[in-house]
């Protein structure tokens, strides 16, 4: 009897807990479906004119240039006999097939004038190019400029008749969120003006496309032909786009990203005004801090950009930073990731004078820097200096540099510091990825010139109590900073 009394009351408890759990999830769903769109129809009506399908043709023929002939398979006994045929059609004055080739991409207008933006790999190497509006009617179009770092190109509808076209507007891509809805319209496969749906799924990612890596994340289907077209919000601004796809078979499987607009619209500005895009420059190569790094530099946390090379006579060096300066802070803004100060510099105004904040030897300093216009890589030369003894120092065979290492190993003639000859395969310098060839340039900030001055370096950090030598490693040419422990 208690038995049956006790699953009664149960069940009592249990039909008001699921018309309370009923009642929640309705609320719930009421609360979900209130910042959820009932359809995207308006707002694809809407955006759809200003939305354009951007056509490009490459002529292949060249009167000197196999290229685009068929070709065998190397060693195929069919090798010789195309290269004989072809060559023989040329000697006789046949004239090569001539041989083009087209390929599709998304656009978007943003002036009535007819200026149309893209991806710059959309319209790359193309003789020709055309836009197709929603309604099919078709344009020539020329190029204004391209900035290849991002990914953006700015073409000109060739408008004779004065024709005023449909247009859409820039948005904040700053104030996007995770989780907000977006649209994307474009060409996928040809098949143009499709229009797709989805959420931001992440911002900043960095794909390794290119040093200002920022990019937006949605899981609104994009494919192939959709690259330049855009992404909207749900007031129709353009607030990214579409560039790039993560996918294993081609198709879409929910990973596409977007340029920023915010990024994309200075971008394109300065296209339109000087035919080309003028970036910040520093005059510094940076990596990553590391937390072996950060140790043996006192610092409290792994973050901001080490510099692991300065260019000689560039703003930096100007100023009074140095290889081995990690900035934390530069014109306000907080670098807690290294990527994050290339895209801060090259967004500061040419000629600016900044405020720059490193960590050096245990403290803050503050520099003035003068940001000045990037143009192109210095190379720092250095002093060169030789030698010959050898000595094994943290599982390293190091030696100084002599001649015949400048031979065998193609070192830069300027090459100085300590060449590892062979490295212990479990030992702690090789974990951190040293390799044999490379030149150790610095250890603990000083320029090394002898296996005994190394020596003496890891006795003084050891008597520091340090557990960590920081060494500035020179790879063909390529140099970076290594935090390895002291065995």
Do not use: C
Request: aromatic letters at 6%; proline letters at 4%.
């Amino acid at each position: 009897m208690k038995i049956i009394s006790f699953i009664s009351h149960n069940k009592k408890n249990l039909y008001l807990l699921t018309v309370v759990f009923l009642s929640l999830l309705f609320l719930s769903e009421t609360s979900l479906s209130a910042g959820r769109p009932d359809s995207f129809a308006d707002l694809a009506v809407k955006l759809k004119p200003a939305v354009v399908n951007v056509s490009t043709t490459h002529d292949l023929s060249s009167p000197h240039s196999f290229g685009d002939m068929p070709k065998a398979p190397p060693g195929s006994p069919f090798e010789e006999f195309f290269k004989d045929f072809f060559e023989k059609q040329q000697e006789n004055g046949n004239p090569m097939p001539r041989r083009r080739t087209q390929s599709l991409g998304s656009g978007f207008i943003i002036s009535e004038a007819g200026i149309v933006i893209t991806n710059n790999h959309v319209i790359a190497d193309a003789d020709e190019i055309k836009v197709i509006l929603d309604d099919k009617r078709s344009f020539n179009a020329k190029l204004i400029g391209r900035d290849k770092k991002t990914d953006i190109a700015v073409l000109q509808i060739e408008n004779n008749n004065k024709v005023k076209f449909p247009f859409v507007n820039w948005g904040n891509s700053d104030t996007s969120r995770v989780g907000d809805w977006v649209i994307a319209i474009g060409n996928p496969f040809g098949l143009g003006g499709s229009v797709t749906a989805g959420i931001i799924s992440a911002r900043g990612r960095n794909i390794g496309s290119g040093p200002y890596d920022n990019f937006i994340q949605t899981d609104a289907s994009i494919n192939r032909g959709n690259s330049g077209g855009p992404m909207f919000d749900l007031d129709g601004q353009v607030i990214g786009i579409n560039t790039a796809i993560f996918s294993p078979s081609g198709g879409s499987v929910g990973i596409g990203f977007a340029i920023p607009s915010n990024l994309a619209n200075r971008v394109v500005d300065q296209i339109i005004k000087f035919g080309k895009t003028q970036r910040g420059w520093l005059g510094v190569q940076i990596q990553t801090v590391s937390e072996e790094i950060a140790e043996s530099l006192s610092l409290p946390e792994p973050k901001g950009a080490l510099i692991s090379r300065i260019s000689k006579d560039g703003p930096a060096s100007k100023a009074g930073l140095l290889p081995g300066d990690i900035i934390l802070d530069f014109d306000g803004k907080d670098v807690n990731e290294m990527r994050q100060l290339p895209r801060i510099v090259a967004d500061t105004d040419i000629g600016k004078n900044v405020k720059v904040t490193v960590w050096r030897k245990g403290a803050k300093k503050q520099f003035n820097v003068i940001v000045g216009e990037l143009l192109e890589t210095v190379n720092t030369k250095v002093t060169k200096k030789t030698g010959t003894k050898s000595m094994e120092i943290l599982g390293m065979t190091l030696s100084t540099i002599n001649e015949k290492d400048r031979t065998t190993l193609k070192l830069n003639e300027n090459a100085t510091g300590l060449i590892v000859k062979s490295i212990k395969a479990q030992s702690s310098s090789a974990q951190r990825g040293i390799r044999v060839g490379d030149v150790i340039v610095e250890a603990n900030q000083v320029s090394l010139s002898s296996p005994n001055q190394f020596l003496d370096i890891l006795k003084s950090l050891k008597i520091d109590g340090k557990k960590t030598v920081l060494l500035m490693i020179d790879r063909k040419g390529d140099r970076r900073f290594v935090g390895v422990r002291i065995e």
